[in-house]
Every structure is written in structure tokens, then in C-alpha cells.
């Protein structure tokens, strides 16, 4: 017996997501549980992916089985497909397991041909309307099945609509949509060396291998390489009877949410067309209605639709995202998902449905993605600053954002490689226009609605966009737009130059503005607050200031996981000093330098400890080799090239002055290039540094230690981690362990004050995991340098990699992730792995940490709950994202 590729929406059940995608699941879920919904089928995602393992050829036995299904549908409506006198028309979309809004193909109203259509005319008695669903469906067919050309069709209408002197397509009369046909179809056969075809079953036949093979089209591949969908999973296709919304003023179509999907409010959110078909409200070809507007013109319906949305919802558990049609009056149910949302909305949908008794604090939880919470982050526009406001359009995802203008997505991808910042500018964005949304800092379209393709994909990204701004008169040829203000001043920006857009308020602005921090809501800080009743991990900050440090505080760490005291010797004022240090010629010398330095690296500790008070601060000494806090050596000799150059042209009154200075840059120069290393990065650097120079080190640990000790006089209570960077042997550590010790029993001694300190080591070299037992009997602490240590377990330079190789290593499947943004677990998580069991056999207590940039990352966050580890680590603006995925990790792995 031939294995089952076909289930009838009756047959299936929401549990069967995997097999029958999730369009077709939930299609059969809400047929299941009563709803109006129009019958059909759903080939699985099986056979989707059979077609590909049987060289592109449909599975055996999958066409019958459709002919079979179908055979049923026409049973259950009282049509047949194919039939002249009451034709079953279909339309047949595709249904990922994951839900790809506008990646796949759709085609809307297959089984229209030449002769149907006058079937479909005698029993509609609307010759109009017919018409208009046979041109629709050519040109739909013509695009996704036989390649043509889509701006060719639109050339095509508008030349019609021009020739009737009308503006919209529901104007265009009978004789006019005849001429319109007999011109698609033309064209069509010109353009493509085929006929139009008039069969229905070859018409189905296409349309289900054009969804197959839109599983693996570039931009559904583009939006999985994003949303880390599995390539593999496959579509299913689902054939449902048509129902339409575009037989006259007692019909209509919409798309709505259950809860606002941009800030979460309870309150039912989306928009309706009269007279129209469901593509016309996502495609943003016409701006639609708000969905509280259908209350007044179709209030029996409004109350249908309202009644099943709150069903649906609480049958879900989750915001649903709806499609519906009108068809003569009565309601039909084409669609419900979870409905995509912002940072925002999440959490406060998560954080109201526990409130509401639909979920639990565990589930509110696992609704958020961690990633998302940056979106939490966007900043507005200062609303005391002055604008110049070009126009205004409809508010279709949070955030301000500006940049320089341009029109397309390919350009739009070229300035964002170049580092510029840009708003992208369309009149409608399609699919393809994902890759220059990416590359965007915000949207901003000029027709579309609050569901159109921008305003959902950029949502669902966290970017601003502003849709439906039909004030704009975009030109792609001139590359501008035109926009006439409210005070009938006609404004035109041209593509390079700098707006804003406002994305809440649907404001578009000249110019660049300012912007302020955003701030947290009440229900972020619950959910929040709920993730560290689950979380089994701390969740400190990588912060080099003490107002990074409050920052820190500020978004929940418990304590400072790394100090970069490297980047304290930077500052300006500073630098000198430092260099005076580095140019000593003597140990003496070295000392006058760093006595200078001393009281501003005690200043810099006791804000940083201060502000973190109650918890503990890991101070990593000094780490960079000794020629990064020097002028670039190429810089330097050009410079001293230039001097020399000068001596020999100058008047003799400014001969001396340059000499000087000359002599200066020589022995700058003389200088960093005894300090120059073929490869620093495995050179003079770290521990190895503070060996050969115990003096640097000896003063910053004095720094730390004053700092505590004033500190505690002052009543504080402090819990410093002094780290020794880039140990490979036991022997550094304990040498360099015998100098902090004596430094702080020296200013215990001389302050009269007791306390209590750490110290501790980074691990970020493969030969420091190898013999962490044998380190741990110095090290009260490791924090892993993930860094480093996957530079080194690599073998690679991550400046080089990422800016040479690695980009094509993942595009190309050689490698799943980049190593230095998502943990490498097989290779760099064994070593890590290997370093806990082997720190602990040594020393059980140990304290266990990761700094690197993976503390942050939640996919790297879960490897190390799994591992054990006590704390992550990461920036203080992504703490909230370290508790939350800490949280999921527990929940996710407590069985």
C-alpha cells in the first residue's frame, strides 16, 4: 500500500504540525472544533521532501491520492472541479512547519479557464467579478508556475486602468477585464513560449511543484539562515476551496490579530477590505480598514469573527494571527497561527495570559525569545527636539532609526556591507526585498497596512517601520520622492540623503534626530523577575566603569565577571603616562611612571566596586601586549619621514624645534619596533607580561586593594576576583598568586583593614583545559576567555576570519554557526567541559564563569547551565537576555 501524502482537513489535528505544516494543522484543528472553515487537503511535508530525494519527480501514488481527496472536497461543497456549469475553484498555498510569512507561493483561484469562467459567471450572476478572479489568477499562475514576469503584468494593468480613466482595479469594467485577459494571456505565450494552460488538473499540478519548489527559492533560504530554521523540515501544500471577498460590497477579506501584535494590549488588531481578495491586504496594494470599522458595516459578522477570535485564543493559549473572508455575508475562517509579535508584545502577552490563568510562568517564559529582548531596547525620539515632519504614515513596528535614503534592496545590502546606515524606501516591499530589509535600519513604505509583508518581517526583526504613507510620491527612476507637508511645503529627498522615521508614531522626519534611551515596562521586569526563579546559573557583567557597572545593576547582574583594566589606560589623559611607562629605560624609571598611574587605577576600582557593592568584581590585570598603547608603527615613520624631509628645507629659526621633535618620534619609533611582534596575539601578553614586568602588575593589584580597603572603612561591602589573564602553566599562576598575596597582606598591614579577596585565572588557551587540575590547585576561580580560547582551538585569527573566510564557511554549510558568535560544543564546549571535572577534582569548590562574548548568546548560555558553570558573563545591555535564556536552559533541561 502506497504510504499516505494526503490528509483531508478532517483528518488532521493541531499535533500534527511536523507532518502536515503549520497552516494545514491548524486548518484542520479549527475545522475539528466547529469553525466556518472552506474544505480541503494538505499534502505533507513528507512528500515535499520525497520530491527532492526522488530527483524532483512527485512520490508515487501522491497525485491519486490528491484526485482522491479532492473527489471528497467536491462531495462536501456540491461542485466539481473542472465543471463549465458550477466550478470548485482552489487556491493552493504552501505550509511550512514554521511559519514564512510571504517567503513561499500562493495561487488564488485555480480551476479558472476559459470555459469555467462562464460557468463561474452563470452561477455568481456577476460577470465582473468573475472576470476579475480569471485575470487574477492568470497573472498569479503565470508568475510563480511559468516564470513571468510580474512588473510586465503590472504594465499590462495600469495601462488598462488608464485606458478606462479609472484608478483602482474594482473599477475596471467587464469589456475592459476582457481586453485585460486576452493581453495577460498574449503576453504570457510571448514571454514564455507557452500557452496559458486550460486543463485544471495540469493547472493543480503546477501550482503544487511551484510550492515544493519555493521551499528552496532564495528568499525562503535567506529568512531560515535567519530565524535558524531547519533547511530540511520541507512545506506542505494546502488546496482549500475558494471562498471570496471580491463578489461586491457584501464581501470582503482581512487579516487580524487577537492582541495588538506591536505593543500586546488586549484588543483586537488588524484590517479588512470590502469587495476584495486576501492577497490585497497583505501585499499592500490597497491601504485596508481598521478591524473595528467592520463593526459598523457588517456588525452581525463583526460579532461571528470577535466570538471565534476569543475561542480561538483561549483554545490556543496563544495570540493567534488570523485570516478571514466574507463571502455574501457569512464568514469564513482561512487561517489562524501564533501570531508573530514584538519584544514588547511578547512579554506582555506572556506576562497578562499568567495573569489571566491561560498559561504558566514557566510557559510566559519559554513565549520569549531572549534574542528578542534587545528589541526592548530601541531607542525613540527625544520628544522635546524639533522636527521637521515630511509626512505621516501608519505606525507598523516600534522604534526610531535614521540613515541615508535608498530605493533598493540590492543597494540597500551594497551601503550596508560599506558600514552605512540607511532607511529603505519602497512603495510596497515584496519577498524579495527580505536581504535589503536585513540591511536596513528601518522601513518605510509609502502604500500597505499594519499586516503588509514590511510591516510583519520588520516587526518580527525589531526594526522601525512606517507602511501606508500615501503622501509619498516615490520615483525609482529619479531615485527621490516627493512628500507635500501639512503646510503645503513640497519636500523632495533623493537617495543619499538622512531622514528619520518613527515607527511608533508613523512619523517620517528630515534629517537626522535625537534620540533617548528607552525604558522598561512592568511586565518586562516580572518576567524578569519569574526568569531568576528558575534560572540555576548567575548572571553577571562585563563592564570597564563604574557607570557601565550601574548600567549593569540596573538590568539585574549580580556582580562583574570581567574588568578590562587595559581599557582604563586609554584614556587620553592617561596615555601619556602610560607610555612614559612603557619607554623606561629602568625598573626605577618604570616605578616614577606607574606611582603616576596608581591613584587612577585606585579611583576607577572603587567605582567599579562600589557601584557593584554586595557582589562580586573579577579584575583581570593587565592583558595586551605593551605596543597597542603606542602610535602605530607605520604612522610613525611617515611621520618621521616627513620630519627629516622638513630638516632639510626649513629656515635654520625652526630647525631646532623639528629636531627635537624628530629626535622624539625616533626614539618612539626605535621603541615599538623593539616591542613589534609577528603574531601579539600568542606574544608578549598577559601573564607573561606581568612576569617579566611584576612591577605593572604589582600596582594595579595595590589599586584594587586600596580601593577595597577604603572602601570597607567607608562600610562597604565588597567581594574583589583579582584574574590572572592567559596562564598556560601552573607555575605563572602560582608566581604571580605570590604577588597579589603580598601586596594585599602589605595594605592590610598598612590600612589596619582585614578583607576578603579571589584570585583566579582565565581560561582561554587549549593547554590551560588540559591541565586545569593541576592550575586549580592555585586558582580559586576560572572564567573562560571564549574568545581567545576558540581562537586557539581553531587555530585562527577571528579579525581575519570573519573578515575573509568565515561568512562563506556558514553560507556554504562547512560550518552550522560562527564559532565566535555561537559556542562551538564539540570543539571549544570539551575543552570546557574537561576544564570543570578536572578544576573540580582538584578543587571542589571552585568557581566557575565564562566572560567571553558567548555569556550573552542564549544557544551558548544552555552549554554552560548543562555544564555547570556558576555565572555567565556578557555586556550589561544584554544581561536581561543572559537571565531569561539561563531560565529557558533550566526549564528546557529539568527533566
Not at 102 to 110: H, P, S
Not at 648 to 673: F, G, H, P, Q, Y
Request: glycine share 8%.
Amino acid at each position: 500500500m502506497s504510504k499516505k501524502w494526503v490528509y483531508l482537513f478532517r483528518e488532521g489535528n493541531a499535533e500534527m504540525k511536523s507532518l502536515l505544516g503549520g497552516k494545514g494543522a491548524n486548518l484542520a484543528e479549527m475545522t475539528n472544533i466547529g469553525l466556518p472553515v472552506p474544505p480541503g487537503l494538505t499534502i505533507t511535508t513528507e512528500a515535499c521532501n520525497a520530491y527532492y530525494a526522488c530527483n524532483l519527480q512527485y512520490p508515487e501514488g501522491m497525485m491519486e491520492q490528491v484526485k482522491a481527496a479532492l473527489a471528497d472536497v467536491e462531495q462536501a461543497c456540491g461542485k466539481q472541479f473542472g465543471d463549465k456549469e458550477n466550478p470548485l475553484l482552489v487556491s493552493v498555498r504552501s505550509g511550512a512547519v514554521f511559519s514564512m510569512p510571504g517567503m513561499m507561493d500562493t495561487i488564488l483561484n485555480l480551476g479558472l479557464n476559459d470555459e469555467t469562467v462562464q460557468g463561474l459567471i452563470k452561477a455568481t450572476g456577476n460577470e465582473r467579478f468573475a472576470l476579475d478572479c480569471y485575470r487574477r489568477f492568470i497573472q498569479m499562475y503565470s508568475d510563480v508556475v511559468l516564470g513571468a514576469s510580474h512588473a510586465e503584468f503590472e504594465r499590462i494593468l495600469e495601462e488598462c486602468r488608464e485606458k478606462q480613466g479609472v484608478h483602482f482595479d474594482n473599477e475596471l469594467t467587464p469589456a475592459s477585464l476582457q481586453e485585460l485577459i486576452a493581453a495577460y494571456k498574449e503576453m504570457v505565450q510571448r514571454t514564455t513560449g507557452q500557452m496559458f494552460p486550460q486543463d485544471p488538473m495540469d493547472q493543480l499540478e503546477g501550482a503544487i511543484l511551484a510550492v515544493f519548489k519555493s521551499w528552496n527559492n532564495d528568499r525562503a533560504n535567506i529568512y531560515r539562515e535567519l530565524h535558524k530554521i531547519p533547511h530540511d523540515l520541507g512545506t506542505a501544500v494546502n488546496v482549500q476551496t475558494m471562498v471570496f471577498g471580491n463578489m461586491g460590497n457584501d464581501c470582503g477579506t482581512g487579516v487580524a490579530f487577537t492582541r495588538n501584535p506591536s505593543t500586546g494590549e488586549k484588543k483586537l488588531y488588524g484590517e479588512y477590505l470590502i469587495n476584495a481578495q486576501g492577497e490585497d491586504v497583505v501585499a499592500g496594494i490597497r491601504t485596508p480598514q481598521h478591524i473595528s470599522k467592520l463593526a459598523e458595516e457588517m456588525p452581525v459578522v463583526f460579532e461571528q469573527f470577535t466570538n471565534i477570535c476569543a475561542l480561538l485564543e483561549k483554545h490556543y493559549r496563544n495570540m493567534q494571527d488570523i485570516e478571514f473572508t466574507i463571502e455574501r455575508g457569512k464568514l469564513y475562517m482561512l487561517q489562524t497561527r501564533n501570531g508573530k509579535r514584538t519584544a514588547a508584545a511578547a512579554v506582555k502577552c506572556a506576562v497578562d495570559m499568567v495573569e489571566e490563568g491561560l498559561i504558566t510562568k514557566s510557559e510566559a517564559i519559554m513565549r520569549v525569545e531572549p534574542e528578542h529582548l534587545d528589541q526592548l531596547l530601541h531607542r525613540r525620539i527625544d520628544p522635546s527636539a524639533k522636527l521637521k515632519v515630511i509626512a505621516t504614515g501608519l505606525p507598523a513596528s516600534p522604534g526610531a532609526a535614521s540613515g541615508t535614503v535608498v530605493f533598493d534592496a540590492d543597494e540597500a545590502d551594497r551601503q550596508n556591507k560599506a558600514g552605512n546606515k540607511i532607511i529603505l524606501v519602497r512603495t510596497e516591499t515584496t519577498p524579495d526585498d527580505i536581504h535589503g530589509i536585513i540591511a536596513a535600519q528601518g522601513v518605510l513604505t509609502s502604500r500597505g497596512g499594519m499586516t503588509s509583508h514590511a510591516a510583519v518581517v520588520a516587526r518580527q526583526m525589531g526594526k522601525p517601520c512606517v507602511c501606508g504613507c500615501e503622501a509619498l510620491r516615490i520615483d525609482y527612476a529619479k531615485e527621490e520622492f516627493a512628500a507635500l507637508t501639512t503646510s503645503g511645503e513640497l519636500i523632495v529627498v533623493k537617495a543619499g540623503d538622512l531622514v528619520s522615521i518613527d515607527g511608533a508614531t508613523g512619523r517620517v522626519i528630515d534629517g537626522e534626530v535625537p534620540m533617548l534611551e528607552p525604558e522598561l515596562t512592568n511586565e518586562f521586569q516580572n518576567l524578569l523577575t519569574w526568569a531568576d526563579e528558575f534560572r540555576t546559573i548567575g548572571v553577571r557583567a562585563n563592564a570597564d566603569k563604574p557607570s557601565e557597572a550601574e548600567q549593569a545593576r540596573a538590568f539585574g547582574a549580580a556582580g562583574i565577571g570581567l574588568t578590562r583594566t587595559e581599557h582604563m589606560f586609554m584614556a587620553q589623559e592617561r596615555l601619556p603616562i602610560v607610555q612614559e611607562m612603557i619607554l623606561a629605560q629602568s625598573v626605577e624609571e618604570r616605578e616614577v611612571a606607574l606611582a603616576k598611574l596608581l591613584p587612577m587605577q585606585q579611583e576607577d576600582f572603587y567605582g567599579i566596586l562600589k557601584a557593584m557593592a554586595g557582589f562580586p568584581v573579577c579584575i583581570r590585570l593587565l592583558d595586551p601586549p605593551l605596543h597597542e598603547f603606542l602610535p602605530n608603527q607605520e604612522d610613525l615613520l611617515v611621520e618621521v619621514t616627513k620630519l627629516r624631509c622638513q630638516l632639510t628645507t626649513c629656515a635654520d629659526s625652526e630647525k631646532d624645534a623639528i629636531w627635537a621633535t624628530l629626535c622624539e618620534n625616533e626614539e618612539m619609533l626605535k621603541k615599538v619596533r623593539n616591542l613589534h611582534e609577528f603574531n601579539p596575539m600568542l606574544g608578549h601578553r598577559g601573564c607573561r607580561l606581568g612576569i617579566t614586568y611584576p612591577e605593572i602588575y604589582r600596582m594595579q593589584a595595590r589599586a584594587i586593594f586600596q580601593a577595597v580597603a577604603q572602601l570597607t572603612q567607608e562600610g562597604y561591602q565588597v567581594e574583589p576576583e583579582v584574574e590572572i589573564p592567559l596562564v598556560v602553566h601552573v607555575n605563572e599562576l602560582a608566581e604571580l598568586r605570590r604577588l597579589v598575596d603580598a601586596t594585599a597582606a602589605a595594605v592590610m598591614e598598612e590600612t589596619g583593614v582585614k578583607f576578603h579577596y579571589a584570585v583566579g585565572t582565565m581560561i582561554e588557551v587549549p593547554r590551560a583545559a588540559l591541565t586545569a587540575d593541576q592550575i586549580a590547585k592555585e586558582a580559586q576561580f576560572f572564567s573562560f576567555g571564549t574568545n581567545d580560547l576558540t581562537q586557539t582551538s581553531f587555530g585562527l585569527s577571528r579579525d581575519d576570519a570573519e573578515g575573509k573566510f568565515l561568512g562563506f564557511y556558514t553560507e556554504n554549510k562547512i560550518i552550522k554557526e560562527n564559532p565566535f558568535i555561537v559556542l562551538d560544543r564539540e570543539g571549544v564546549g570539551q575543552l570546557m567541559q574537561m576544564a570543570c571535572a578536572k578544576g573540580r577534582s582538584t578543587r571542589p569548590d571552585i568557581l566557575l564563569g565564562i566572560c567571553g562574548e558567548h555569556g550573552g548568546e542564549p544557544s551558548s548560555i544552555e552549554f554552560c547551565h548543562l555544564i555547570g558553570l556558576n555565572f555567565v558573563s556578557c555586556s550589561p545591555f544584554r544581561v536581561p537576555i543572559a537571565r531569561l535564556a539561563a531560565a529557558q536552559a533550566a526549564i528546557r533541561n529539568a527533566k
